[in-house]
């Protein structure tokens, strides 16, 4: 009697809904699935759900699944279903497994919904993104070009105002191509366009002159470096990026607290700097979302610190195309420490 009221209540349901057993295997799909798919129960039932899985999904989709149902943890994947007229829609799947008072997991039940709306309207911003980006380009490029020519010509004028106004603008002008740099940025990681360009390089000659480009920036900061001499094959270009973008970070949320502290160090075959303030600080929360794209930390201080939370996006997907890995250690209050590693040279 139960399983009739879960049936006829999952039938009633626009969203698929499936279940497995404890070794993952589906074992029952609703109605809604078998009308998206135009399949019959004995169709699926003789070469799998899987066939209606886009062929570029459904291995990446099935390891997913099997790591699921090993460690017992939840599964989370968006793929495309093929739909009864042949066209493929974008899906959430979403599954649970269902434990028994002493733990033991009893059956998995899922969820599949249709986001095919949400995936055009991201395509729509990214394309927007992109385009907007490039056309800024050309304007931001000419007005820096413009202030430098002022602050040539009247470098030595004795109206200070006016030159304390050139240095704001051009600082300013210096922010808005960083923003404009983070947003191409954005779009070629989406297209998996984004090519590294490595180069052996020292890593602690790298750090001394990113230090000394932000200390310029923000003289009234104290940067402290220490670190071991290590040679490292990677895109120089973009780990200062990750750098730049980590002590501008340090500065934006250490108001109150100007010495900030970069080191680098050797462990386990791979070279890690770490970036510490004594800031603000980050709640555990949030530090489980941070390197999200465009997640920003909710709360009192969101208008005091703005931006578009996509620094630590574009880091943490660099970082991951060294094989290496990127992380923060946080308390409100007391500061923030973010680390980052790649593999030294073999």
């Known amino acids: ?37 135009g399949l019959t129960p004995e169709q699926i039932s003789k ?31 968006e793929h495309r279903f093929r739909r009864y007229d042949g066209e493929y829609r974008w899906q959430l799947s979403k599954a649970i497994p269902q434990r028994d008072a002493a733990g033991a997991i009893q059956m998995w039940v899922g969820t599949s919904n249709d986001i095919q709306e949400i995936k055009e ?9 992109s385009m907007a980006s490039h056309e800024l380009k050309t304007p931001i490029t000419s007005i820096k070009g413009y202030v430098q020519i002022l602050q040539s010509t009247y470098g030595k004028s004795e109206d200070a105002f006016l030159k304390k106004s ?19 940025d954005i779009s070629k990681i989406k297209s998996g366009s984004l090519v590294l360009t490595k180069t052996e390089f020292e890593i602690t000659a790298m750090m001394q002159e990113v230090v000394t480009q932000v200390q310029h920036i923000n003289p009234d900061y104290l940067f402290s470096m220490s670190g071991n001499t290590a040679v490292v094959y990677a895109d120089r270009e973009r780990i200062s990026q990750v750098l730049i973008n980590l002590l501008t970070n340090a500065v934006k949320y250490s108001p109150n607290s100007k010495e900030i502290i970069i080191k680098s160090f050797i462990e386990d075959d791979q070279v890690v700097v770490s970036v510490h303030d004594t800031g603000i600080g980050i709640n555990k929360i949030d530090q489980e979302k941070i390197f999200e794209r465009f997640y920003r930390v909710e709360g009192k201080d969101e208008r005091t610190y703005p931006g578009f939370g996509i620094g630590l996006f ?27 590693s790649i593999p030294l040279i073999n």
């Open 166 to 184: 050139l240095k704001v603008i051009d600082k300013q002008v210096l922010t808005l191509t960083r923003l404009i740099s983070d947003l191409l």
């Open 121 to 129: 309207q991201e395509q729509q911003k990214d394309f927007f993104i």
């Open 47 to 77: 070469d799998g759900w899987i066939q209606i899985v886009h062929p570029e999904e459904r291995e990446a989709n099935a390891a997913e699944w099997l790591k699921s149902v090993s460690s017992g943890n939840d599964f989370l994947f």
């Open 314 to 340: 574009i880091s943490s997907q660099i970082i991951q195309r060294h094989q290496g890995k990127i992380s923060v250690t946080s308390e409100p209050g007391k500061g923030s420490a973010f680390y980052f």
């Open 1 to 37: 009697e139960r399983e009739e009221k879960f049936r006829l209540l999952a039938d009633s349901m626009p969203q698929h809904i499936w279940t497995a057993d404890t070794a993952g295997n589906l074992n029952y799909f609703n109605r809604s699935v078998y009308d998206y798919s």
